[in-house]
């Protein structure tokens, strides 16, 4: 028995397992002595199907663990480059709320942390940005360290860490009369690195599965979408990207296309003819590098993304014979 959009528990699957290994070849022995363990067995699929407590939201426990790599991977020098880390902190939010109403949370408590002062780093004397120097840094009350506060919450056997006022779930808030419990754990962390193309398929995971999106803000120069970040393919291969020739030392261009950028690279001769500013505008899209994961990414983010410019237009252009040659 199933129910439809949810999955067993994994400790109500183990429990299913054994009672298909148990009873595969048995059955009711009721009528000999009342209830008997067939009936009675938590593995029991009639059993199961009446308790809400062995079922989950189908897709959710998967969903979380790669949004666990990816909270990982966006503090790496890989996924770093990509912009895509509020993104990716919003979506954690979003899973701790599914996570919530599935009842999935396995605990939460509140930790603090003592790291160095980021105003002064660590000097107790405030600088600006002009390279005038304090005597105070009011950050920190000239001390050099901060104390930061986190909601440590576990879900799935992975402890997360969110900032105490970005907690997304009031009601469940720890106590306010609960102490602030000292933890070793330090924010920062250097990250895991990840081929794109790894992490690409687990960010189309976790953005197909949630429906919710980022409200935009706004900031100094008009609004702002954490959802509406770009993916760097990173580098082509070291040739011309018009003629092909080899003798590419001088001339790297960093190019994009609403949705993507990459590094690329131009002989001296076709520089000479182009101009930079045609370099950039006739840049060939590197298709070699768009793999069928990094294609899904685009054609979701186009479609979902409208205040992207017209480049995108021509990137979809570009990408959709790749896309019918791989539908037929």
């Known amino acids: 028995?199933?129910?439809?959009?949810?999955?067993?528990?994994?400790?109500?699957?183990?429990?299913?397992?054994?009672?298909?290994?148990?009873?595969?070849?048995?059955?009711?022995?009721?009528?000999?002595?009342?209830?008997?363990?067939?009936?009675?067995?938590?593995?029991?699929?009639?059993?199961?199907?009446?308790?809400?407590?062995?079922?989950?939201?189908?897709?959710?426990?998967?969903?979380?663990?790669?949004?666990?790599?990816?909270?990982?991977?966006?503090?790496?020098?890989?996924?770093?480059?990509?912009?895509?880390?509020?993104?990716?902190?919003?979506?954690?939010?979003?899973?701790?709320?599914?996570?919530?109403?599935?009842?999935?949370?396995?605990?939460?408590?509140?930790?603090?942390?003592?790291?160095?002062c980021r105003d002064c780093s660590g000097s107790g004397r405030y600088e600006d940005w002009s390279g005038h120097k304090f005597d105070h840094c009011r950050a920190c009350s000239s001390t050099g360290t901060a104390e930061l506060r986190f909601i440590e919450s576990t879900i799935c056997g992975h402890h997360w860490h969110t900032p105490w006022l970005k907690w997304p779930i009031a009601s469940i808030r720890p106590d306010s009369a609960e102490p602030w419990h000292a933890t070793d754990w330090k924010p920062n962390q250097p990250g895991r690195d990840m081929p794109l193309d790894d992490a690409v398929r687990l960010i189309n995971q976790v953005e197909e599965y949630f429906t919710e999106r980022p409200t935009r803000w706004s900031g100094e120069f008009g609004l702002c979408d954490d959802y509406n970040y770009r993916l760097d393919l990173g580098r082509v291969p070291a040739l011309c990207q018009f003629c092909g020739d080899d003798d590419v030392r001088e001339h790297g261009y960093h190019c994009s296309r609403g949705l993507i950028e990459w590094s690329a690279k131009v002989c001296h001769h076709c520089k000479a003819a182009l101009g930079d500013t045609a370099v950039f505008d006739l840049m060939p899209v590197p298709l070699n590098l768009i793999t069928p994961e990094i294609r899904r990414w685009i054609l979701r983010h186009a479609r979902e993304c409208p205040g992207k410019d017209d480049r995108v237009q021509n990137l979809l252009s570009t990408l959709k014979p790749l896309t019918t040659l791989n539908h037929h």
């Open 1 to 116: 028995m199933t129910r439809a959009g949810q999955q067993l528990t994994p400790q109500a699957q183990a429990d299913r397992d054994s009672f298909e290994a148990g009873f595969k070849d048995r059955g009711c022995t009721c009528f000999r002595n009342p209830p008997c363990g067939y009936c009675t067995d938590p593995g029991n699929p009639r059993n199961q199907e009446e308790h809400d407590a062995c079922w989950e939201p189908e897709g959710l426990r998967d969903t979380i663990e790669a949004l666990n790599t990816l909270n990982s991977w966006v503090r790496s020098s890989s996924g770093k480059r990509h912009g895509v880390t509020k993104a990716i902190y919003f979506f954690k939010n979003t899973a701790i709320k599914h996570a919530y109403q599935a009842g999935m949370i396995e605990a939460t408590r509140k930790v603090k942390v003592l790291v160095k």
